[in-house]
Every structure is written in C-alpha cells, then in structure tokens.
C-alpha cells in the first residue's frame, strides 16, 4: 500500500494576493505577515480487496442502503433461522 504525502511551508508575507484570499478563507480569519503557513496533502489509501468485493456485493443485493436497525433486524433474523435449522439438543 503506497501513500503519497506532499508538505510544504510558506511565509505568509511571500504567497500572492490570490494565495492569501484562499488561505484567509479556509482559516476563516486573516494571516499576519510574520505567520507560517504549512499545507499537508495526502491520499488516502485504496481499501483492501475484501472490502471491495463485500461493498459490490452489497450493492447488488441491495443490501448497501440499510439503516443500522434494519441491519440489527436482518442479523437477528437470520440467527433465528439458522437456530430453528439445527436439530433438538438432547
């Protein structure tokens, strides 16, 4: 799995007018000239094969749309039907 980081600083009084608007905004507040200004990106990792197969499945079934409750309920449901499947315990 390969993750890919780029980082760079810059001193606020060096970024261009445009520069300083974008960052201003995404602060939400104004940048002194004396401030350092550090941007990190980084992608995130692809998930694991599994993962995808089960998602893909999901969707085909149908099954990728369910709210937390309804999930609970089909879990429950096939628990009952795999209890009623086994034969009496003597």
């Given amino acids: 799995m390969l993750i890919r980081i780029a980082f760079m600083v810059h001193r606020a009084k060096d970024l261009s007018p445009d520069q ?3 960052i201003e905004s995404l602060l939400g507040r104004a940048i002194g000239d004396d401030e350092k200004i550090s941007i990190r990106a980084s992608a995130a990792p692809s998930p694991p094969d599994w ?3 089960s998602w893909k499945t999901a969707q ?3 099954v990728d749309c369910l709210s937390p409750e309804e999930i609970d309920a089909e879990i429950a449901a096939a628990r009952n039907a795999r209890h009623e499947r086994r034969p009496a315990e003597r």
Avoid: F, Y
């Fill in 20 to 22: 300083r608007l974008a």
């Fill in 51 to 53: 993962l995808k197969r």
């Fill in 60 to 62: 085909e079934h149908g």
